[in-house]
């Protein structure tokens, strides 16, 4: 092989090599529908970054169903071969922990319209990069992710940073406190409304974290699976709240949930 072969090789493969690396997202994926950025794309502008306020830690007001209150997962449980199973994350100190590979748990309740306030904290040590890096997830009705991810100085495509609608929408800003610290978000979540089996009003979230807004009711354009569009398929009129396991020891600390009903059914 010549030198020039062997150059030529070695730029062909470095090509190969870097189109293969998704640190900083995709240039391949389906276009987000109305939109001119693709899922996950590598182009979409990030966030800007902004320094929170005060710590965010809200109690639960009388209303609220307490998911977690820093002693036991009994709200929660895992499902294998669609039986409920005890949770296998550990819970120390007023908080709980993913422990990876062990499934992600949700709500043995189900909900609909909701207010939901949780607490959570990337690992104090730094593991991974890009979407390896403390990510865990909001998962409404199982199936649509609000993204909890590390996103301090953490480099990673916009639509999957924290407070993120997972590959469809970016948060407006970057408020992620640092490693180990605490966050909070608080959501108000619509679900969706299926009549016939056909979808008649689109699933929509307002995010706050740490006491900024990410998200202002904006629209989920289906499910939020990676690297492909979402889409809406019919479900229950409520679902489970499902936290994902994404292999990170992630923590959650304070969890609680208000049923939101309408002005007409105080
Ligand atoms: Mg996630």
């Not at 403390?134 to 953490?154: A, C, H, K, P, W």
């Not at 706050?208 to 569009?229: I, M, S």
Request: net charge neutral; proline share 8%; hydrophobic share 35%.
């Amino acid at each position: 092989m010549s030198f020039r072969n062997i150059l030529a090789f070695l730029i062909c493969a470095g090509a190969a090599f870097a189109q293969a690396d998704h640190t900083l997202g995709y240039d391949n994926t389906p276009l987000i529908p109305n939109s001119k950025w693709r899922v996950h794309d590598s182009s979409r502008p990030r966030p800007r970054v902004i320094t929170p306020g005060a710590p965010v830690s809200t109690p639960a007001p009388s209303d609220a169903i307490i998911l977690f209150d820093g002693k036991d997962l009994s709200k929660w449980m895992t499902p294998v071969k669609g039986q409920p199973t005890e949770p296998k994350w550990k819970v120390e100190n007023g908080y709980f922990e993913v422990v990876p590979r062990s499934g992600s748990i949700q709500t043995r309740d189900k909900f609909q319209d909701v207010q939901l306030h949780v607490e959570w904290a990337a690992p104090a040590k730094i593991e991974g990069k890009s979407q390896d890096r403390g990510n865990s997830g909001i998962m409404f009705m199982t199936r649509y992710e609000v993204q909890v991810l590390d996103s301090f100085e953490n480099p990673t495509y916009a639509d999957g940073q924290a407070g993120s609608l997972y590959g469809q929408w970016p948060p407006l800003v970057n408020v992620m406190r640092k490693p180990g610290e605490w966050n909070a978000y608080d959501i108000v979540f619509e679900a969706p409304r299926f009549k016939d089996g056909q979808l008649v009003k689109s699933a929509y979230a307002t995010v706050f974290h740490n006491g900024v807004v990410l998200q202002n009711r904006q629209e989920y354009l289906g499910d939020t699976p990676h690297a492909k569009n979402g889409k809406y398929v019919d479900h229950g009129a409520e679902e489970p709240l499902m936290l994902q396991n994404h292999n990170s020891s992630v923590r959650y600390r304070n969890i609680w949930i208000r049923k939101l009903r309408g002005y007409d059914e105080p």
